[in-house]
């Protein structure tokens, strides 16, 4: 699929000006209006998923290519440094992205205020980074991590003040830029760090990739949004936002620890080696994940918001993005968890050997990753960030006790007894507290998930026999069974037909959501 022209939508496209005089009180960055709402969310998922799709292709080559120029002990000694950045990262965040996203009325003012108190906090906490360097240099036994502390610090202002901005898109639903800066921002990293890689820079061609992806972005968002800000001499009316950003920033505080905790593990006990395994395992793995479901994640919450008291077509539009998520993704996810060895050996060769187990599990947790990560944008279209946070950190308690259990069996005992509890426990816990109450139950998850997990084991039967074709045409055969035979089961069971009529006509779907 083509990215589609920037024209004729944003041209229909109703706003208030966003470079409005400081200090206005009007309203700020309005969503489209009810005739080209829909529209838009096409265009949208359309450029979103072609984007991702050039994405897939950067990082998975990238991977590759940096995977056979470093060792895996020079990914360890970044990915020692990266789960510490990732949560102060997380404190940064303070949720003002997501509240300017779902709120359908924000002032400048306010946008500004948030931008300047995310600005403030963000600076203390990369002077706060930069002090503990040395504490980080001494809990590895590993003085180089302290230079790629005191790097990765600056990293986090330069990425704050592209924030506000971001959020200004995603509210005005201009997927076309975001994704154009999106691969330009990756692009970037891949330059960098294949080139410095190339030219003998070890780690530091990873940081210093990193840090250019991250000023690139920040610059090419402020281009795109058009948007300033002013200085607020009065804090406006931002209780509520700062509310709604504070549970937000405890969710990703819960998940921070569920994802990053294992590194902090596995580095700690096992080394920089075990972790450089571990980390590159990740990363493969979550690539094509996270490149199939973010069309859908980056269109959801900002269409799921519009609904307002409309239930049932929330329900409806909820429950066929959650489908459509496990259509996508479930299926590479089978396939990676069966053959994780020979796809390791292929992308990686042989010095990745001992990586292969530990792929196949993180594989086998993504499975059902769709399902966890769309009930995320429902908590947050709903306005339900408070009960979001606390099945969050009961999540995160189990995520780090899974870790702690695992360890004892090497890297690839954090991954599978990790993606056990994930797929077991966290997933059903967190759907079982939404189902709770608000217009999707137990009951429209039951009759949504089975035919997707009968789906899924003929996928499984028909990837192993796949597998056993002779190496490397093994791979290719078996992604285009495991597709093949999911989707064709899913089709053909009860309730196909009508799964079938609402992807076919998505857009006409889309175009009748309200504004």
């Not at 008291?309 to 409806?316: P, W, Y």
Request: charged letters at 10%.
């Amino acid at each position: 699929m083509t990215t589609p022209p920037p024209g004729p939508a944003d041209s229909d496209f109703v706003e208030a000006r966003i470079d409005e005089p400081p200090h206005s009180g009007a309203s700020i960055g309005a969503v489209p209006d009810d005739a080209n709402l829909g529209r838009r969310a096409v265009h949208g998922a359309g450029a979103t998923l072609a984007a991702q799709l050039v994405k897939f292709v950067l990082r998975f080559g990238s991977a590759v290519a940096l995977g056979r120029l470093l060792d895996p002990a020079e990914f360890g000694i970044v990915a020692m440094v990266t789960p510490i950045l990732a949560f102060v990262a997380t404190l940064n965040d303070l949720g003002f992205a997501s509240a300017i996203v779902q709120r359908r009325d924000i002032t400048s003012d306010q946008v500004s205020a948030l931008f300047w108190i995310n600005l403030l906090v963000s600076a203390a906490l990369a002077a706060l980074l930069m002090l503990l360097s040395p504490l980080i240099g001494w809990l590895y036994a590993e003085p180089r991590t302290i230079g790629i502390t005191l790097a990765l610090a600056g990293s986090i202002v330069i990425g704050t003040i592209g924030v506000i901005p971001n959020a200004l898109l995603s509210r005005r639903m201009s997927f076309i830029a975001s994704s154009v800066i999106d691969v330009g921002s990756l692009g970037v990293t891949v330059a960098v760090s294949i080139g410095l890689a190339l030219a003998g820079w070890g780690y530091w061609s990873l940081v210093i990739g990193q840090i250019a992806s991250t000023f690139a972005g920040m610059v090419a968002v402020f281009v795109a949004s058009g948007w300033r800000p002013h200085w607020v001499r009065r804090l406006p009316q931002v209780g509520s936002l700062l509310r709604f950003g504070a549970n937000l920033t405890g969710v990703n505080l819960a998940t921070y620890f569920s994802m990053m905790a294992d590194n902090i593990i596995v580095g700690a006990v096992a080394g920089k080696t075990a972790l450089g395994l571990y980390e590159r395992s990740y990363t493969l793995a979550l690539q094509p994940l996270n490149q199939l479901m973010a069309p859908l994640g980056r269109v959801a919450v900002p269409l799921l918001s519009r609904f307002g008291d409309d239930a049932e077509r929330l329900r409806s539009s909820y429950l066929l993005m959650l489908r459509t998520g496990l259509m996508l993704a479930a299926p590479v996810m089978i396939v990676c968890a069966l053959l994780s060895t020979d796809i390791v050996l292929f992308l990686l060769g042989p010095k990745w050997r001992e990586a292969a187990p530990v792929f196949g599990w993180i594989c086998a947790g993504g499975i059902v990753a769709p399902i966890f990560s769309s009930l995320g944008w429902l908590f947050t279209a709903q306005d339900r960030t408070d009960e979001q946070l606390r099945l969050s950190v009961y999540t995160a308690i189990i995520s780090i006790a899974s870790f702690a259990i695992g360890v004892r069996w090497g890297a690839a005992g954090v991954a599978a007894v990790s993606a056990l509890s994930f797929s077991f426990i966290q997933t059903p816990l967190m759907v079982s507290g939404l189902a709770r109450r608000g217009p999707v139950n137990l009951g429209d998850f039951a009759r949504t998930l089975w035919p997707c997990a009968i789906a899924a084991a003929a996928t499984v039967a028909a990837v192993i026999a796949a597998g056993r074709l002779p190496h490397p045409i093994n791979l290719f055969a078996a992604g285009a069974v495991a597709y093949l035979v999911f989707w064709g089961v899913l089709l053909l069971l009860p309730g196909g037909q009508a799964l079938r009529h609402q992807l076919l006509n998505l857009r006409t779907l889309l175009k009748r959501t309200p504004a």
